[in-house]
């Protein structure tokens, strides 16, 4: 059961970057999606980024399209999201998930149940 862990989530100033670091290992198949969701207090859960293991499609959300980017190092099993131009809207909790046996699509990234295991997620705050 591949289990993702998150990190790099923190406190940072409008404008400013964040790097956030998805690891995950143990797959049992050669096809897996890990995308970001975040969400905020008193709303729903939101898919911001995907990319499909070992290969070259990536997925983002209108809202971070530009200045989100989603990237892999296969060596270590680790997927991130590198966040720029951060805004105080972009603040909640972020999630990375994993669904294995199958790469994702243009829109199945968005979709929550897609993904089989969760992590316990990681903290952004923005100030502005």
């Known amino acids: 059961q591949v289990q993702p862990v998150e990190s790099g989530g923190g406190s940072v100033q409008a404008g400013g970057s964040l790097r956030l670091s998805c690891a995950a290992s143990?797959?049992?198949?050669?096809?897996?999606?890990i995308a970001w969701f975040r969400q905020a207090p008193g709303r729903e859960r939101e898919a911001v980024a995907a990319?499909?293991?070992?290969?070259?499609?990536?997925y983002y959300s209108d809202s971070v399209k530009g200045r989100f980017t989603i990237s892999q190092d296969n060596a270590k099993n680790t997927v991130y999201l590198q966040m720029n131009s951060l805004k105080p809207e972009d603040a909640a909790m972020y999630y990375c998930?994993?669904?294995?046996?199958?790469?994702?699509?243009?829109?199945?990234?968005?979709?929550?149940?897609?993904?089989?295991?969760w992590g316990q997620g990681t903290q952004v705050t923005v100030s502005s």
């Open positions: 143990g797959y049992t198949s050669n096809r897996n999606c």
């Open positions: 990319i499909n293991i070992g290969g070259r499609n990536t």
């Open positions: 998930a994993v669904a294995t046996g199958a790469y994702c699509g243009p829109y199945d990234f968005y979709r929550a149940p897609y993904f089989s295991a």
